[in-house]
């Protein structure tokens, strides 16, 4: 039983890498870039946003291979969706102005992808400048909305 089990997922495993979903990693074009307030951020954005919030995605070796590659695929199509720095003005809906609250709160970068990128963990005082230079870029919707009171 154990082996019929096991040869199932095998062939399950080598079926799904025939599934094209996850495998296209060219990066679209970069349309337009926000008015950076610092290269300085622009450089921790790069470093620790830019691979699901712009067009200059990395793509590591293991994004090849499913059913990884349909997980990446569909956090860069979501956060490409949500803000994208490389169609700045251009994009219908960009949330932008929550950047920092995003950085801030702990909820971006994602928990699960600083594991692999070890490169995107920030330091204490990293973080903080990277939040100012967001705030100073974007905009703060927590100041917007406390503003708004």
């Given amino acids: 039983m154990k082996l019929k089990i096991l040869g199932i997922l095998l062939v399950a495993a080598v079926v799904s890498q025939f599934i094209p979903y996850g495998k296209d990693h060219t990066n679209p074009a970069v349309q337009a870039e926000p008015e950076w307030d610092s290269s300085r951020t622009r450089e921790l954005f790069s470093r620790t946003c830019a691979d699901c919030h712009s067009h200059e995605t990395i793509w590591p070796a293991y994004s090849n291979y499913a059913p990884v590659s349909w997980l990446i695929q569909s956090d860069i199509d979501e956060g490409r969706e949500h803000f994208n720095v490389s169609n700045w003005g251009l994009q219908q809906k960009n949330k932008a102005n929550e950047a920092a609250e995003a950085v801030r709160e702990g909820e971006m970068p994602p928990w699960f992808y600083l ?35």
Wanted: hydrophobic share 30%.
């Fill in 115 to 149: 594991i692999p990128h070890a490169d995107a963990r920030l330091s204490d005082s990293e973080e903080g400048e990277l939040i100012r230079g967001l705030i100073a870029t974007f905009g703060d919707k927590k100041a917007e909305s406390q503003n708004k009171d």
